[in-house]
C-alpha cells in the first residue's frame, strides 16, 4: 500500500492534555513520510481545554484551531490535513469523522447525545464513527465498556496502549468481524512511535476516508511486528480485575 495517514492526534489548541501544535505535527509527520494526518481534538465530553462557558459558535471556531493551525502548515510544506474529533462518554471514546464546522454550529445538541444517537446523527450527516483504544485500562476508569453497536469500527492499535491492550483489541475485532483502524493517538511530536493506516490511495478529503469506512474498504495497518500476538492465556490479572461491559448493558444506557 502507497500512503501512510494518522488518524489520531490531539494538538495543544484544543486539548487540555496536548503538549503540540498542529504545525509541530505537521512537520514531524512530513519527515516520517506520512501522506496525512487527521487532528482529532478531544471534544466537550473529554479533556477539551476550550472553556465551556462560552457561547457555541465560538466554542466551536476555537475547538477547530488546533485542525486549522496544521492544515496552513500542511499547505505550505505538503501534508495534507483533515478534521475529526474524539468524543468520551463513560471512559469509552469514540473517533469521528466527516463533521464540518458548519454543521456543529448548527447542532449544539451533539454535545448531549447518546452513543446511539451519535451514531445515527453522524451517519445522517455524512460521517463515520470509529470506538478508540477499546480495552484501555486507566485508574481512573471503573470499567471497559466495549461500543461495537455504536460504531463502525474499532481502533485495534494505539501507541498508547499496553501492547496486551492492543492484542485483545485485535482478536475481539477479529472474532466480532469488525473493521479495523490504527492511529498514534499523539500529543506530542517528535514521538516515541507512530500507528496509523496504509491506504491504496491518496485521500482527496476526508469524506474518502469515510467512505473507506463506512464501506469497509481495504484498509492496512501500520502498527510494529507482533503488536497483535496474544499470550497463551487470555487475560493477565489486570484485565481478570475488570467486569467487561456487556452490550446489553450499555446498549441500556443510550
Given at each position: 500500500m502507497?500512503?501512510?495517514?494518522?488518524?489520531?492526534l490531539?494538538?495543544?489548541?484544543?486539548?487540555?492534555?496536548?503538549?503540540s501544535t498542529g504545525k509541530e505535527h505537521v512537520h514531524f509527520y512530513r519527515d516520517q513520510g506520512?501522506?496525512?494526518?487527521?487532528?482529532?481534538?478531544?471534544?466537550?465530553?473529554?479533556?477539551?481545554?476550550?472553556?465551556?462557558?462560552?457561547?457555541?459558535?465560538?466554542?466551536?471556531?476555537?475547538?477547530?484551531?488546533?485542525?486549522?493551525?496544521?492544515?496552513?502548515?500542511?499547505?505550505k510544506v505538503g501534508l495534507d490535513v483533515f478534521f475529526g474529533l474524539e468524543q468520551n462518554f463513560?471512559?469509552?471514546?469514540?473517533?469521528?469523522y466527516g463533521l464540518t464546522r458548519e454543521y456543529m454550529k448548527a447542532h449544539p445538541e451533539l454535545?448531549?447525545?447518546?452513543?446511539?444517537?451519535?451514531?445515527?446523527?453522524?451517519?445522517?450527516?455524512g460521517g463515520a464513527v470509529i470506538q478508540a483504544h477499546p480495552f484501555r485500562i486507566?485508574?481512573?476508569?471503573?470499567?471497559?465498556?466495549?461500543?461495537?453497536?455504536?460504531?463502525?469500527?474499532?481502533?485495534?492499535?494505539?501507541?498508547?496502549n499496553e501492547p496486551l491492550d492492543d492484542?485483545?483489541?485485535?482478536?475481539?475485532?477479529?472474532?466480532?468481524?469488525?473493521?479495523?483502524?490504527?492511529?498514534?493517538d499523539n500529543h506530542h511530536s517528535p514521538a516515541r512511535q507512530l500507528f496509523g493506516v496504509e491506504l491504496e490511495e491518496k485521500l482527496g478529503s476526508i469524506a474518502d476516508y469515510v467512505r473507506l469506512l463506512r464501506g469497509r474498504g481495504r484498509i492496512g495497518l501500520h502498527v510494529p511486528e507482533g503488536r497483535f500476538i496474544m499470550p497463551e492465556w487470555t487475560m493477565d490479572e489486570r484485565h481478570r480485575a475488570w467486569h467487561l461491559e456487556e452490550n446489553e448493558e450499555i446498549r441500556a444506557l443510550d
Open positions: 502507497g500512503y501512510l495517514y494518522e488518524t489520531h490531539h494538538t495543544c489548541l484544543a486539548s487540555a492534555c496536548g503538549v506520512f501522506a496525512g494526518i487527521i487532528v482529532t481534538d478531544h471534544f466537550f465530553g473529554g479533556n477539551t481545554c476550550i472553556p465551556r462557558d462560552l457561547p457555541w459558535e465560538e466554542r466551536i471556531d476555537r475547538f477547530f484551531r488546533g485542525y486549522e493551525d496544521a492544515w496552513e502548515e500542511g499547505q463513560d471512559f469509552d471514546e469514540y473517533l469521528i454535545e448531549h447525545w447518546t452513543r446511539r444517537q451519535q451514531l445515527e446523527e453522524v451517519h445522517r450527516a486507566r485508574d481512573y476508569m471503573d470499567r471497559i465498556r466495549l461500543g461495537e453497536l455504536f460504531a463502525d469500527g474499532v481502533e485495534a492499535a494505539n501507541a498508547g492484542a485483545r483489541a485485535w482478536a475481539w475485532a477479529r472474532e466480532k468481524g469488525l473493521l479495523m483502524t490504527a492511529g498514534s
